[in-house]
């Protein structure tokens, strides 16, 4: 079955109105973020750098291919394009990626922890275990060479000192799974701090995953 990828007018529009989202929902701050979404086998379109993603319009939006080459637009991409290159280079299935600073995950890439304490069904399901990448400074190679031995056994990662990245078969996904990074964060602090956890275990995991993808072992869908 080949890949139904949306027109170019319609990946445009929606990653303005990801971006608006991710905005108000507080996930970035200033001109932070990026988003891309593919609409070809070898092509994408990204948001611009140095606008808030808040405040993004349809044409400011760059089109590229994934050899890094600028395609369409006037304004220049974001440094961090990089890894969302990297990530559709090693997952072909991918279709969309979200990069993201949601101040509880954040915290957690900061202090050097990976989410991967089974608490949460829905994380589970949607996310399996979120790890932490090695930290590597923004917009440079070092990042998408931190991120590469991930992007075909997870949905989302940890940017160790940075953020989160999270992808999904669309942008749509990609931004959904950004959400269930933050509240899977947002849910293990709070469990901390009432200092008790009810963890899941193998059993229940296997279960779990079984019925969401037929699977048990949780990854990417």
């Not at 931190?146 to 997870?154: D, Y």
């Not at 296997?206 to 869908?221: C, K, Q, S, W």
């Amino acid at each position: 079955m080949s890949v139904q990828y949306p027109g170019d007018y319609e990946a445009k529009k929606l990653i303005v109105e990801l971006g608006r989202r991710l905005y108000e929902r507080g996930f970035v701050a200033s001109n932070d973020g990026n988003i891309s979404c593919k609409v070809s086998e070898n092509e994408i379109w990204c948001t611009p750098t140095g606008v808030s993603k808040g405040y993004m319009t349809e044409d400011m939006m760059v089109k590229m291919d994934l050899d890094g080459n600028i395609l369409k637009g006037t304004a220049k991409p974001s440094s961090e394009i990089k890894m969302h290159i990297r990530v559709y280079q090693e997952n072909p299935e991918v279709g969309g990626v979200v990069h993201a600073h949601p101040p509880i995950s954040t915290a957690y890439a900061c202090a050097g922890v990976p989410l991967d304490v089974p608490i949460l069904a829905e994380a589970v399901v949607q996310l399996g275990e979120v790890p932490l990448a090695p930290y590597a400074v923004p917009g440079t190679q070092e990042v998408p060479d931190s991120i590469a031995p991930f992007c075909r056994t997870h949905n989302a990662v940890l940017l160790e000192n940075h953020g989160a990245l999270a992808w999904g078969p669309d942008a749509l996904t990609a931004l959904h799974r950004m959400e269930s990074v933050e509240f899977y964060a947002t849910t293990l602090l709070n469990t901390k701090l009432i200092g008790r956890m009810a963890q899941l275990d193998r059993e229940q995991i296997d279960v779990l995953a079984m019925r969401a993808m037929g699977t048990t072992r949780p990854g990417p869908r």
